[in-house]
Nanobody, 113 residues
Framework: QVQLVESGGGLVQAGGSLRLSCVAS????????IGWYRQVPGKARGLVAS???????TYEDSVRGRFTISKDNARNTVYLQMNSLRPEDTAVYYC???????WGQGTQVTVSP
């Protein structure tokens, strides 16, 4: 059974940085395409960034130029480097494997003014 586990969230001041990690585990699982999503209370979960199996990346407009998604196939890990954080980036961040329909448990990111 495949599991995704996020880590790296926390409290940071505006302008600061955080790096989120999404580690995939499973007996024969090899990481492919992964998406990072975020959700605030009362709103739908929205795609922030994605990376394909071949490494192609996409970004939501508000994070382009500030966030970078990358992956380490040897470690079955996808990263989301978040720079120049803003209070409006505050959310629970989730990683998602679209091929298997698997979500991680989420990690809270809070950006103070």
């Amino acid at each position: 059974q495949v599991q995704l586990v996020e880590s790296g969230g926390g409290l940071v001041q505006a302008g600061g940085s955080l790096r989120l990690s999404c580690v995939a585990s499973g007996s024969t699982f090899k990481i492919g395409a992964i998406g990072w999503y975020r959700q605030v209370p009362g709103k739908a979960r929205g795609l922030v960034a994605s990376i394909s199996a071949s490494g192609l990346t996409t970004y939501e407009d508000s994070v382009r130029g500030r966030f970078t998604i990358s992956k380490d196939n040897a470690r079955n890990t996808v990263y989301l480097q978040m720079n120049s954080l803003r209070p409006e980036d505050t959310a629970v961040y989730y990683c998602y494997d679209p091929m298997r329909g698997t979500w991680g448990q989420g990690t809270q990111v809070t950006v103070s003014p």
